[in-house]
């Protein structure tokens, strides 16, 4: 999938501003992830769950890193993401599904840290951004 020169320039915009703050807010996004969707704790037996905890902030800002950093390869993301998906994939066996769901939470971060910059452009852009991310990493699923 292609993104237009608008969805990118929203994109770098939106994950500029993301990328000073990804431990606070992929925390925020594993907390609302967790609370909404209890079942996907799953996969987190070994972390501290807690509101605001290490683990929660460490890990958060792992996700929202690598999605800041794929957007710098938006010409390649399968070739970019294909190791982290076939880590979800072959070794983690993360439930597809989920990634929608956290999907939905970082987009609700975004829209409370972000509110003048999370418009409706840029709110498409990102979530179509997610979508394609989620795609590639359920694509070796099948």
Do not use: W
Not at 31 to 56: A, I, V, W
Not at 85 to 94: E, G, I, K, Q
Not at 97 to 116: D, E, Y
Not at 132 to 142: F, H
């Amino acid at each position: 999938m292609t993104f237009s020169d608008a969805e990118k320039a929203a994109l770098v915009g939106i994950l500029g501003k993301l990328s000073k703050n990804v431990n606070v807010c992929g925390g925020e996004a594993l907390e609302r992830l967790f609370l909404g969707f209890p079942q996907t704790k799953t996969y987190f037996s070994h972390f501290d769950l807690s509101s605001g905890s290490n683990d929660m902030r460490t890990h958060g800002g792992k996700v929202l890193g690598v999605l800041t950093e794929a957007a710098k390869h938006l010409d390649n993301l399968e070739g970019y993401l294909s190791q982290l998906s076939d880590l979800h994939a072959y070794n983690l066996r993360v439930d597809p599904g989920n990634f929608k769901l956290l999907s939905h939470c970082i987009q609700v971060v975004l829209a409370c840290h972000f509110p003048a910059e999370f418009d409706a452009c840029t709110h498409a852009a990102f979530d179509k951004y997610l979508a394609v991310v989620s795609a590639i990493l359920t694509s070796k699923y099948r």
